[in-house]
């Protein structure tokens, strides 16, 4: 599985972006995608998943202002970020999940600055 992520930019405070990750290859069964980022000195964190039902579960911190999508038929999955703070800088990473392994597509750099 190939995951390749889009969207990612310069946009300030209370901005919004669209990140895309669309995946290929060997891509039947998969069941979970989803996107983390890491900040610069810190740990990968999770940001938000969704299964192939359609069932999310997002980090606290970006719960309301943070939509994942997914559209099963591309092998594609988003992440509409709104109301973007500082502390959402960081590189964002698409993952997916099939039969119990995990793949990982590039990061996207997202910067929010004034």
């Known amino acids: 599985v190939q995951l390749q992520a889009y969207g990612g930019g310069l946009v300030q405070p209370g901005g919004s972006l669209r990140l895309s990750c669309a995946a290929s290859?060997?891509?039947?069964?998969?069941?979970?995608m989803g996107w983390f980022r890491q900040a610069p000195g810190k740990q990968r964190e999770l940001v938000a998943v969704?299964?192939?039902?359609?069932?999310?579960y997002y980090a606290d911190s970006v719960k309301g202002r943070f939509t994942i999508s997914r559209d099963n038929a591309k092998n594609t999955v988003f992440l509409q970020m709104n109301s973007l703070k500082p502390e959402d800088t960081a590189v964002y990473y698409c993952?997916?999940?099939?039969?119990?392994?995990?793949?990982w597509g590039q990061g996207t750099q997202v910067t929010v600055s004034s």
């Open positions: 993952n997916a999940v099939q039969n119990l392994v995990v793949y």
């Open positions: 290859g060997s891509i039947f069964s998969i069941n979970v």
């Open positions: 969704i299964s192939s039902g359609g069932g999310a």
